[in-house]
């Protein structure tokens, strides 16, 4: 065996605690296998001949006499680096590329949609790139977004530095290499989602950009949303991680082979520079050292905050994540807020009157540039309508009775679409998506009564394996259905059994079996990866070990007062509260924030702005020694022996609070009967509970 289980495991342990950072994967689980097409998991199963006869039949339905997308991604090439991984400041790899070299062979992998193989194989784009001669360049495949830079008439301005410190520090020294050396003097965020803005310590310096000698641009509103939208939820946003994302699964055919608009994302050290600029109004203009852009905010579309960018003086128009090579993610699986599909297609069809008319170049913060005008269009408009079509059919459906339970069997794009590989989902589907737009208007709910308050599975299941005549039924039935390559049938059955019984293996090895070839067959990677995770789940236990750490002093420092106070609500435990009643006002004088916390009915609130009259206690500390106590380097007792936070009243309602609160950790199951018996022996470690909860950072959502 290539790659045992043992070595996954311990690859998995390593990666979750040796770096700050492990967005969207992150860690390199590399199989030596994969060159060979040798399974990576003894109990992995080939493709079955239907997983096979689907893919032929796709390798011949599919358009894929169109290569005008692998003449793009070449077109402009200047040169690779002589290596192919990036080290991490803190000793793990940050980047392997080599790891996916399995995809430059030339071969067909019946494990891997036909479609999806050809956009990893797109993705495997490395190096330095031209888009515009002389004025504007890229590095892509050194993490999951593309680096851009624009020459100015002294220096760089760097478009979206990528996710790790590590990896856009590399990007820019390959660029001053090749190009000749020259100082950053600006630096562009496109939206609010970490792969965007997470390595831009390694293009500047934060003392530069609090001089105003480097500017810092971003859209309105990005600094709330970096932080904001990974908060609440963070602790079940990362554990679902593990399956959109593939977290477990080594770089393989049978494995992780791509995440849609690149390989993965860098697992090195996240960072954040406030801007110092931001873009207010619908369309903005601004001249930076001889180039003049303007910029086009485009709020709730790929990110709460986002804003594309042209560039006159060269026909040039960047579009951010908005138009990538792929239909993106109307409901991402790992989980955020459901976005609209009609404010997308409508930002679109405004960016294509005002800059796609005019364009000679289309590039953007993930995939390749479109060249000519002709082109531009095109791919603009097959985007622009497909989430137009998306919006509009499914509610069309649902006008006429389709449900939120029905919709993914129902919606399908026109034949128009189809063939067109600007309109396929490898990020999102057809499946997800339509089912995310009726939750945006409709909600969960079907309308059958039935299922307004159904029991839970754990306790549906057991009903279901009675009445279909006890496991060993169940089991040959689901046999049955998967040699006859009906896998969803088997599925739904199989499933029922591994809830009414998480400790029956045979029954989890089955379900695994059926996970994996319905994983080989789908066009979307976050799909993909999540029918595959849970197979490697089933078979072999859920992954143990330090939870990956994303708390760094940057992220900590953008988090505001308030947004920790109402986490801290969340990780209250209310049945510990019962009985308790408290007011307590919290001062921060060096930023002149103040508070009114109250606990009452097992509930914790706040209120910004208000001090209570008559509290039950009163702590006044520095935001900036509030921040220590936020990111785990610090407690409040050790202030308060140094002086630093004053407590006035009574402290018990601060112990109360304490005792109160949950230290979140993603070691939940998401597939029943996956959690060891017995806990693993790992170093315990105390942690303050008024500590912030780790951050779910957002990459290539």
């Known amino acids: 065996m290539n790659f045992t289980i043992s070595k996954m495991a311990f690859a998995v342990s390593l990666m979750a605690s040796s770096f700050a950072f492990a967005a969207g994967g992150g860690g390199v689980v590399v199989d030596p296998g994969a060159m060979e097409g040798k399974h990576f998991d003894p109990k992995g199963q080939a493709p079955s001949s239907y997983t096979v006869d689907l893919q032929n039949n796709l390798r011949k339905t599919l358009p894929f006499e169109d290569k005008r997308d692998f003449e793009e991604s070449k077109k402009g090439f200047i040169a690779a680096p002589t290596y192919k991984s990036i080290m991490a400041d803190a000793g793990n790899v940050a980047w392997d590329m080599g790891s996916y070299d399995f995809l430059l062979q030339g071969k067909d992998f019946d494990s891997v949609h036909p479609s999806l193989q050809r956009q990893a194989i797109l993705n495997m784009g490395y190096g330095l790139y031209e888009v515009v001669p002389e004025k504007i360049y890229q590095v892509r495949g050194f993490d999951l977004a593309n680096i851009s830079f624009i020459k100015t008439n002294t220096g760089w301005i760097v478009f979206d530095p990528l996710t790790a410190k590590e990896t856009a520090r590399a990007a820019l020294e390959l660029v001053n290499e090749k190009l000749g050396k020259r100082p950053v003097v600006a630096v562009v965020y496109s939206h609010s989602h970490g792969d965007h803005f997470g390595g831009v310590r390694g293009v500047v310096d934060e003392a530069d950009v609090k001089s105003g000698k480097v500017k810092v641009i971003a859209p309105v509103g990005f600094m709330d949303h970096a932080v904001a939208e990974n908060v609440y939820a963070g602790n079940a946003m990362t554990r679902r991680m593990y399956f959109q994302y593939g977290v477990l699964l080594p770089r393989s055919p049978f494995g992780h082979v791509d995440q849609a608009i690149g390989k993965n994302t860098a697992a090195g050290s996240l960072g954040l520079i406030e801007p110092n600029v931001y873009i207010t109004q619908p369309f903005e203009t601004m001249t930076v050292d001889g180039v003049e852009m303007e910029f086009q905010n485009t709020p709730g579309t790929e990110a709460p905050a986002e804003m594309n960018t042209y560039f006159p003086q060269f026909k040039a128009f960047w579009a951010a994540e908005n138009i990538t090579a792929t239909i993106h993610n109307i409901y991402t699986l790992r989980g955020a807020l459901v976005r609209d599909s009609l404010a997308w297609s409508k930002n679109i069809n405004n960016a294509l009157y005002r800059y796609g008319t005019q364009s000679e170049v289309m590039f953007a913060s993930h995939s390749w540039p479109r060249w000519g005008n002709e082109r531009i269009q095109e791919v603009m408009r097959t985007?622009?309508?497909?989430?137009?079509?998306?919006?509009?059919?499914?509610?069309?459906?649902?006008?006429?009775?389709?449900?939120?339970?029905?919709?993914?069997?129902?919606?399908?794009?026109?034949?128009?679409?189809?063939?067109?590989?600007?309109?396929?989902?490898?990020?999102?589907?057809?499946?997800?998506?339509?089912?995310?737009?009726?939750?945006?208007?409709?909600?969960?709910?079907?309308?059958?009564?039935?299922?307004?308050?159904?029991?839970?599975?754990?306790?549906?299941?057991?009903?279901?394996?009675?009445?279909?005549?006890?496991?060993?039924?169940?089991?040959?039935?689901?046999?049955?259905?998967?040699?006859?390559?009906?896998?969803?049938?088997?599925?739904?059955?199989?499933?029922?059994?591994?809830?009414?019984?998480?400790?029956?293996?045979?029954?989890?090895?089955?379900?695994?079996?059926?996970?994996?070839?319905?994983?080989?067959?789908?066009?979307?990677?976050?799909?993909?990866?999540?029918?595959?995770?849970?197979?490697?789940?089933?078979?072999?236990?859920?992954?143990?070990?330090?939870?990956?750490?994303?708390?760094?002093?940057?992220?900590?420092?953008?988090?505001?007062?308030?947004?920790?106070?109402?986490?801290?609500?969340?990780?209250?435990?209310?049945?510990?509260?019962?009985?308790?009643?408290?007011?307590?006002?919290?001062?921060?004088?060096?930023?002149?924030?103040?508070?009114?916390?109250?606990?009452?009915?097992?509930?914790?609130?706040?209120?910004?702005?208000?001090?209570?009259?008559?509290?039950?206690?009163?702590?006044?500390?520095?935001?900036?020694?509030?921040?220590?106590?936020?990111?785990?380097?610090?407690?409040?007792?050790?202030?308060?022996?140094?002086?630093?936070?004053?407590?006035?009243?009574?402290?018990?309602?601060?112990?109360?609070?304490?005792?109160?609160?949950?230290?979140?950790?993603?070691?939940?199951?998401?597939?029943?009967?996956?959690?060891?018996?017995?806990?693993?022996?790992?170093?315990?470690?105390?942690?303050?509970?008024?500590?912030?909860?780790?951050?779910?950072?957002?990459?290539?959502?």
């Open 383 to 701: 985007q622009r309508d497909s989430y137009a079509h998306l919006h509009n059919e499914v509610l069309h459906l649902a006008n006429n009775g389709v449900t939120i339970n029905e919709i993914q069997n129902v919606y399908k794009q026109p034949e128009s679409l189809k063939t067109q590989w600007a309109a396929h989902s490898y990020h999102g589907s057809e499946e997800h998506n339509s089912r995310a737009v009726i939750n945006r208007y409709l909600g969960y709910w079907d309308a059958n009564p039935a299922t307004l308050a159904p029991l839970s599975p754990r306790d549906s299941a057991p009903l279901y394996v009675e009445m279909m005549g006890g496991s060993s039924k169940i089991l040959a039935k689901g046999r049955q259905l998967y040699k006859q390559g009906k896998y969803r049938e088997a599925m739904e059955i199989v499933n029922k059994l591994v809830y009414a019984q998480p400790d029956n293996t045979a029954a989890k090895d089955l379900l695994a079996d059926i996970f994996e070839q319905i994983g080989y067959q789908k066009e979307s990677a976050s799909m993909r990866n999540s029918f595959l995770g849970a197979a490697y789940e089933l078979r072999h236990g859920m992954p143990s070990g330090a939870s990956p750490k994303s708390n760094g002093p940057d992220m900590i420092k953008a988090m505001t007062t308030e947004l920790w106070l109402n986490s801290l609500a969340i990780s209250m435990d209310s049945k510990k509260a019962t009985g308790m009643n408290f007011v307590i006002n919290l001062d921060t004088p060096d930023n002149g924030e103040k508070f009114v916390i109250e606990m009452s009915n097992s509930t914790l609130t706040n209120i910004k702005g208000q001090q209570a009259k008559d509290p039950t206690l009163t702590i006044t500390l520095n935001r900036s020694d509030l921040e220590q106590v936020m990111g785990g380097q610090t407690t409040f007792d050790r202030l308060l022996a140094e002086g630093k936070v004053k407590f006035v009243g009574d402290r018990k309602a601060f112990d109360q609070l304490k005792g109160t609160l949950t230290v979140f950790k993603p070691d939940f199951e998401l597939m029943p009967g996956t959690k060891p018996k017995t806990a693993p022996q790992v170093q315990k470690t105390t942690r303050d509970p008024f500590e912030a909860q780790e951050l779910a950072i957002t990459a290539g959502e």
